[in-house]
C-alpha cells in the first residue's frame, strides 16, 4: 500500500501523541510507554491499523503496536485514532528491517503479519516479511512461546513462507489456504483492509501460524 506521499505527513506524525520516534527507542522499556505491563502484540505493514484498531478495542489487557513504513498511508490510522482514542495503541513509522533497534528480546508476544508485500523476483526474497531472514529477526524479540501469524491471498508467497518457516527451523502450528471456509482457524478472525478487498474478489484467504 503506497498512497500519494501527503505533504507534511512526516511532521505530523512526529509530533503525534500515538507514535513512537524511531530515533526514541523505548527498547527495553515498553511497558513505562503504555504505563503497564500487559503483553505486546505487534503488526508488520499495518497500513492504515483497521486491523490493529479493531483487536486494540477488543482486548484491553493487551498493548498494540504498528509498524508501517510509509508515513501517508501512517497517517490514515492516526486520522482514525484521534476520531475515536484508543490508550492501548502505538504506531512507529519504520523500515521493519530495524526492528531489533525496537524491541529487546523477549518483549513481543504475537507477531501479525498480514497480506505482505510480495517481492516477487527471486533477488527480492530476503525483503518479504516472511523470509528466514526475518523470522531470524522476530527470532530475537519474541517470547520463547511467542507466535508469527500470517494471512495473505497470494499463493506463491504463501508456498515461500511454509517453507520458509521449516527453513528457519520454526514450527507450522496450523494452516489453511481457504480461512474462511475453515471453522476452527476463522474464529474471531477480524478482516484486514487488504482481506475485505481480495475476499470480495473471490480470492481465497491463506493463513498460517509459526512458533518455534
Ligand atoms: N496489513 C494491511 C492489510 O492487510 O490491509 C496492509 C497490507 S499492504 C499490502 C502492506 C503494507 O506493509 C504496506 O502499507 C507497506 O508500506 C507495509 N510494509 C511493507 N514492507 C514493510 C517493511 N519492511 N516495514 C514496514 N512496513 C512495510
Known amino acids: 500500500m503506497r498512497l500519494r506521499n501527503i505533504p507534511g505527513s512526516r ?51 493487551i498493548n498494540y503496536v504498528g509498524i508501517e513504513k510509509y508515513s501517508s498511508v501512517l497517517l490514515r490510522g492516526l486520522q482514525k485514532l484521534e476520531e475515536e482514542p484508543i490508550d492501548n495503541i502505538r504506531f512507529i513509522r519504520m523500515d521493519a528491517e530495524n526492528i ?11 507477531i501479525y503479519l498480514n497480506f505482505s508485500d510480495p517481492w516477487p523476483k527471486d533477488r527480492h526474497a ?5 523470509s528466514r531472514q526475518f523470522f531470524t529477526l522476530y527470532d530475537k524479540i519474541l517470547q520463547k512461546d511467542g507466535i508469527v501469524e500470517f494471512k495473505t491471498d497470494n499463493n506463491n508467497l504463501f508456498d515461500f513462507s511454509l517453507e520458509e518457516v521449516e527453513e528457519a527451523g520454526w514450527k507450522l502450528d496450523a494452516f489453511t489456504r481457504n480461512l474462511h471456509e475453515d ?13 475485505e478487498k481480495f475476499s470480495a474478489k473471490g480470492n481465497p484467504i491463506y493463513k498460517l501460524i509459526a512458533s518455534r
Open 126 to 130: 530476503k525483503r518479504r516479511l516472511t
Open 11 to 61: 511532521e505530523v506524525i512526529a509530533e503525534n501523541r500515538y507514535c513512537i520516534p524511531e530515533t526514541e527507542s523505548p527498547k527495553g522499556d515498553w511497558h513505562s510507554i503504555f504505563g503497564n505491563s500487559h503483553p505486546i502484540h505487534i503488526e508488520i505493514g499495518m497500513g492504515k491499523g483497521k486491523f490493529l484498531m479493531a483487536l486494540a478495542r477488543q482486548n484491553p489487557q
Open 183 to 195: 471453522k476452527s482457524m476463522n474464529q474471531g478472525n477480524i478482516m484486514t483492509e487488504y482481506e
Open 100 to 110: 531489533t533497534e525496537m524491541f529487546d528480546k523477549d518483549e513481543v508476544a504475537h
